[in-house]
């Protein structure tokens, strides 16, 4: 039974391109977080949202929480984009979903 | 400020050993935790702390102790390795629980033989 669920596994885009990561889940929670995990295996936090919509440069993210679902957008993607996008859930605790891999290609 | 920093960054253990990963952190953060990422599942919560003195168990608990004495550090105890604790561990640390930014350390792969 997986709590967070995320959509697609796997994503391969074009410089430019505009990128939509899909995250839904299933337990009550307080906030949602949004991960980047580099290649090189150390993740930093990119967003926390409990409600309406984050901007931070290229980066947006959405949250519906009667939907239980949110969206993280990448605007004019970049090769530096490359990693992979993990969505957490954290109501008595975090639950984490297994991850989007980007890949942008010049 | 180093931010949480998490040792050592690799260790291989002969099944039935025990060691003991180290966290800590310099930010003054009350929530530290504990998690392990495997293919294929995602990060799992092992353990974690809301302040000194506080500790519970997190989705994956078992073959894993803590304790928390200060608010700087949050060791993770391995009693008894086994191969199926083979898998990269990260420690995090946030000010104010599931509502603050998260921070992790660089993380420990660790393989049980």
């Known amino acids: 039974k997986n709590e967070v669920e995320q959509s697609p596994q796997n994503l391969t885009a074009q410089e430019g391109e505009f990128i939509t990561i899909n995250c839904s889940y299933s337990?009550?929670?307080?906030?949602l977080h949004w991960l980047q995990q580099h290649p090189g295996g150390g993740i930093v936090s990119l967003f926390m949202?409990?409600?309406g919509k984050k901007k931070h440069g290229r980066l947006i993210a959405t949250i519906n929480i009667q939907e239980k679902h949110s969206s993280l957008h990448i605007t004019a993607s970049h090769p530096r984009d490359s990693a992979v996008y993990i969505c957490a859930v954290g109501g008595n605790q975090f639950y984490f979903g297994t991850g989007t891999s980007l890949t942008v290609i010049p | 400020n180093a931010g949480v920093t998490q040792t050592p960054k690799f260790q291989v253990l002969k099944t039935g050993q025990s060691m003991t990963l180290q966290c800590a952190q310099d930010?003054?953060?009350?929530?530290m935790s504990w998690y392990r990422q495997d293919p294929g599942m995602g990060l799992r919560l092992i353990h974690y702390s809301v302040g000194a003195g506080i500790t519970d168990q997190g989705e994956v608990p078992n073959g894993y102790n803590v304790s928390r004495s200060t608010t700087e550090d949050f060791p993770l105890r391995l009693l008894s390795a086994a191969p199926s604790q083979t898998s990269v561990y990260f420690c995090?640390?946030?000010?104010?629980?599931?509502?603050?930014?998260?921070?992790f350390g660089s993380g420990t792969q660790l393989s049980v033989l």
């Open positions: 995090a640390s946030s000010p104010v629980g599931v509502f603050g930014k998260l921070f």
């Open positions: 930010m003054n953060h009350e929530y």
């Open positions: 337990v009550g929670i307080s906030a």
């Open positions: 949202l409990s409600s």
